[in-house]
């Protein structure tokens, strides 16, 4: 059992708020915060005191972006992010959640999560059920779930390529409303991936109109590339019309003939902003992104779940047809492709665990292969459980968008338990933006980095009682040395904890010691504050 209280004396305390931090010592009673009071004036008597000299502490940081949804069915502990000081996290992103699902398209869900989830059993159904079996197994971090568009299409409509009909939407809604009832934080969507790359504008507003006013619609956009703005156009025409808040989820201005386009996206936000609506967006502080192998293909080889894509992918007559598109592109279409190409595309996780850690470009050369021909090969051989980094953004893009006002940060690490070489970014984001962002280019000034990843998101997300070090709330904080704290980005070696952590704390029990997590489970599931 942790004391009962607990004295922090001698740090420097960055509360949340974006002001540059402070000395002060901080009594945590009965998990919460119980005084942050200046150094020396709270009497230790026998209290249990803990020494941060040299440190900075900040509340526990809020990933906005994480696909983590698995982690508590994981049988490890799942620690890449609160090893980085992260203490609570958004799932469900991307129009990605693990419920609900129903009997007749629950096979091809779980085919289609296993691109880039571990395979599971698929014990739950309903919203409810899956939260409840999650909670039995525990949380390492606080879990805000989202509940995902695409979910919901697909245990309607399954992977097919069509507009649900009025009772269909009906059906869509109805489960949207009892995940919003059981406590999901928001809807999502992932407008490039299947189904919902099959969906049209009216039914993510009709599905919006279900959130209310208060609620949120997170989304991985239309397009990040050549269509960017008019993606930024219609998030907010969906937040709009559905009467609800927006925020665009890693905002980027993807592939080399996009590069400095960010300006313009900005501007593009802050006029949406203006004019009433909600909409606020995330970034990650890498130039590299990641996601399953299956986005490089076009939209019409993405219908039909993945014996369909499958069965094109073996057909030669459609190699050819696929061929035609990957060259040319399609009308509306952003090809990763084409913002990359073969050389900035690395394999990261395949269901074998061959091929990790060599671009496609590479492992072509190695087999005397054209590019695409080995891309469809590895796909087939690994029934396309395949996932990737893609290298398509710019360095001065990623520095424009954090130095934008209220820009948040997202690790959007791939679900764990995939092993493999997973982007840098799972283990590493929040030392890195305090590293790179705020120690060594000076982009933002600490104090506004910290509540960027903290009281901001807690307010966007409706996170209750966290992201601020004030008395009353709950004491989920992080201690970090800012001349040290870091992490090493190596695409090819990624798997390695960050430098410069010296604690994590959850509800005023130690966690979180330098490299280790001494644990147990503390994380619990959030709804959201009123």
Same mark, same amino acid.
């Given at each position: ?88 996290? &958004? ?14 398209? &629950? ?24 939260? !409840? ?265 990623? !520095? ?61 997300? !409706? ?68």
């Amino acid at each position: 059992m942790p004391p009962n209280e607990m004295l922090i004396r001698g740090g420097t305390v960055a509360d949340g708020s974006g002001r540059e931090p402070v000395r002060a010592d901080v009594l945590i009673r009965a998990g919460r915060i119980a005084a942050v009071e200046a150094p020396g004036a709270v009497a230790a008597g026998d209290i249990p005191t803990v020494d941060a000299s040299g440190l900075v502490i900040a509340p526990g940081f809020i990933d906005v972006h994480s696909h983590a949804d698995n982690a508590a069915l994981l049988p490890e502990d799942e620690t890449s992010k609160i090893l980085q000081g992260v203490t609570t996290e &958004v799932t469900g992103n991307c129009g990605f959640s693990l419920a609900p699902t129903r009997a007749d398209s &629950v096979a091809a869900f779980a085919s289609f999560t296993q691109r880039i989830f571990p395979p599971m059993e698929f014990a739950w159904s309903t919203w409810a059920e899956f939260t !409840r079996i999650a909670d039995a197994h525990g949380h390492v971090t606080n879990w805000a779930p989202l509940v995902g568009h695409g979910t919901l299409r697909i245990a309607v409509l399954g992977m097919a390529d069509r507009t649900p009909d009025a009772d269909e939407l009906r059906l869509m809604g109805r489960e949207l409303d009892l995940a919003l009832e059981g406590g999901a934080f928001g809807m999502s969507s992932g407008l490039v991936y299947p189904p919902a790359v099959f969906s049209e504008t009216d039914e993510l507003v009709a599905l919006a109109r279900h959130l209310g006013a208060d609620g949120l619609y997170t989304t991985h956009m239309r397009g990040e590339g050549a269509s960017l703005l008019t993606s930024i156009d219609e998030s907010a025409r969906i937040g709009t019309e559905g009467g609800c808040r927006v925020h665009i989820s890693h905002l980027k201005s993807n592939g080399r003939s996009n590069w400095g386009r960010m300006p313009a996206a900005l501007d593009r936000i802050h006029q949406h902003a203006e004019s009433g609506l909600s909409l606020t967006k995330d970034i990650y502080p890498y130039t590299a992104g990641a996601t399953m192998l299956t986005a490089l293909l076009p939209p019409p080889f993405l219908a039909d779940g993945d014996e369909g894509v499958l069965a094109r992918l073996a057909s030669a007559e459609q190699r050819r047809r696929l061929a035609v598109m990957m060259e040319s592109g399609l009308p509306g279409w952003d090809s990763h492709l084409h913002g990359a190409g073969w050389d900035g595309i690395l394999v990261s996780t395949t269901a074998s665990h061959r091929y990790e850690g060599h671009t496609v470009a590479e492992l072509a050369r190695a087999a005397g292969e054209l590019p695409l021909d080995t891309f469809i090969r590895i796909l087939r051989e690994e029934e396309l459980h395949v996932t990737m980094v893609l290298f398509s953004m710019d360095e001065q893009d990623v !520095r424009t968008a954090f130095a934008d006002a209220d820009t948040m940060v997202g690790s959007d690490g791939l679900p764990p338990g995939n092993g493999g070489k997973p982007h840098p970014r799972l283990f590493g984001t929040f030392p890195r933006v305090l590293a790179e962002y705020v120690r060594r280019h000076r982009i933002l000034p600490l104090g506004e980095a910290v509540r960027r990843m903290t009281s901001l998101p807690a307010k966007v997300f !409706r996170i209750p009682e966290r992201g601020s070090v004030t008395k009353g709330l709950i004491a989920d904080l992080v201690a970090f040395d800012p001349q040290t704290i870091d992490h090493e980005c190596d695409y090819r070696d990624p798997v390695r904890p960050p430098s410069g952590i010296a604690w994590v704390m959850q509800e005023g029990a130690m966690v979180v010691d330098g490299r280790t997590y001494t644990g147990p489970r503390r994380g619990r599931r959030l709804t959201p504050a009123a």
